[in-house]
Structure formats: structure tokens, C-alpha cells
């Protein structure tokens, strides 16, 4: 397959769960709140939301992985490890 390439899947795997956390926060209205001290009270927030944006990088490799994309996936793969981490750090 033409676009089975390590780089995309790194990129799709470093976009996707950035905008489902962007998408997340305009659903619950965290637009709004952007205060000098909304981090430290959102800090656990943050992070239980970034966790659960890796659930949308782990469905995508699942579907590559049946669609027999092999390297593509790798990159969704490698790319959730920074969003893993800092929800770590977070919580």
C-alpha cells in the first residue's frame, strides 16, 4: 500500500488524540475557563482526558493492524507514548 509509511502514522497518531482533546474540551465548555491558575486546577482533568485520547489512537491501530498496515500502525503506536507520559505526569 502506497501510503504505509512509519512518518504518517506517526503524524495521524500525534493529530488524533490532540483534537479529540480539543474536541472533548468544546463539548464540556473548557473554552471558557482559561484562567491564570485553570491549569492547576484542571491538572487532573488533563490528564484522565489524555488518557482516554489514546483510546482513539489505540482503535485506529486496531483497524490498521486488520487492514494488514504494518508500518503505519507502528507509527500510531510509538506516537501514543508522548500522550501516555504526560498523563502520567499529570496524574
Wanted: charged share 10%.
Amino acid at each position: 500500500m502506497k501510503l504505509d509509511k512509519f512518518w504518517i502514522g506517526l503524524l495521524l497518531g500525534l493529530l488524533l488524540p490532540a483534537l479529540f482533546c480539543l474536541a472533548y474540551a468544546h463539548t464540556i465548555g473548557l473554552q471558557h475557563l482559561w484562567q491564570e491558575d485553570m491549569f492547576e486546577m484542571l491538572r487532573p482533568v488533563l490528564g484522565r482526558m489524555l488518557l482516554l485520547s489514546t483510546f482513539a489512537n489505540m482503535a485506529v491501530m486496531f483497524l490498521l493492524y486488520e487492514l494488514n498496515v504494518w508500518r503505519l500502525a507502528k507509527g500510531v503506536m510509538v506516537a501514543i507514548i508522548p500522550y501516555m507520559a504526560t498523563a502520567i505526569i499529570l496524574l
